[in-house]
């Protein structure tokens, strides 16, 4: 005669929570696996390459502040280090990797390591910031000054700095009249160089805005004009 075995009433509420735990844990690592294939990068999406690129021109500046630091540089790195914060609150609202950014020459760095080499320091760096002249180009200005064409083939994004429309670039020292034209909505504005940073033309956010089509942080197809 055979005897059937029984499992006691605890031994089956014990592999019950176990299958929920189980299939628990299960869910959670669906649920990430999702979230993180919906995260977008720079070689994917245009907004997070322009923001991306903002981060590391900011990266860039700071590197090249700290390889030849002057009276000024611990302000203008507190600076840039607060807009770079700023920037990853931007990457992260746009679903973007948080901590991305694309160094000179477009190599992208995942969590925001800067690249070794890839800062340019403006010759005039070790003028005090407070020197630089404020912009006198009003809101919505087209910018129909003209002059000599420079950094042909650049690309230009936002730096994620309030105030004025303003600029700051690697070529050209504060108080330079720039016009930057964006030829896919035929926009222009007319700004001045208030300080440095690790590309051509980077715009703030208020010249950026003058300029941008919108939803987009990068002007693939720029036209960069010195007129002052």
Same mark, same amino acid.
């Given at each position: ?24 844990? !299960? ?28 981060? !590391? ?44 950014? #694309?160094?000179?020459? !477009? #190599? ?52 994620? $700095? ?18 930057? @034209? ?11 160089? @208030? ?15 003058? #300029?941008? $089509? ?15």
């Amino acid at each position: 005669m055979s005897r059937r075995r029984t499992l006691s009433r605890k031994k089956k509420i014990a592999l019950a929570v176990t299958a929920v735990a189980v299939a628990g844990s !299960g869910a959670f690592a669906l649920a990430a696996t999702s979230n993180a294939a919906n995260v977008q990068n720079a070689s994917n999406s245009t907004v997070c390459k322009g923001l991306a690129t903002a981060l !590391g021109n900011n990266q860039s500046f700071i590197a090249g502040q700290k390889a030849a630091p002057d009276a000024q540089s611990a302000a203008r790195i507190a600076n840039r280090e607060a807009v770079i914060a700023q920037i990853k609150v931007q990457q992260e609202a746009s679903g973007c990797q948080v901590g991305e950014s #694309v160094q000179a020459g !477009g #190599v992208a760095q995942p969590g925001g390591a800067a690249q070794a080499g890839g800062s340019a320091q403006d010759p005039q760096a070790s003028q005090p910031a407070g020197n630089a002249p404020a912009t006198t180009a009003p809101a919505g200005n087209t910018g129909n000054a003209s002059g000599q064409q420079v950094c042909k083939g650049s690309t230009v994004t936002l730096s994620g $700095e309030a105030g004025a429309p303003a600029a700051s670039s690697n070529q050209f020292p504060a108080g330079t009249r720039l016009k930057v @034209t964006n030829l896919d909505n035929n926009k222009s504005t007319t700004v001045t160089v @208030t300080s440095v940073s690790g590309s051509c033309a980077l715009l703030n956010n208020a010249a950026f805005e003058q #300029v941008r $089509e919108p939803g987009k942080f990068l002007i693939r197809r720029a036209v960069i004009e010195k007129v002052g």
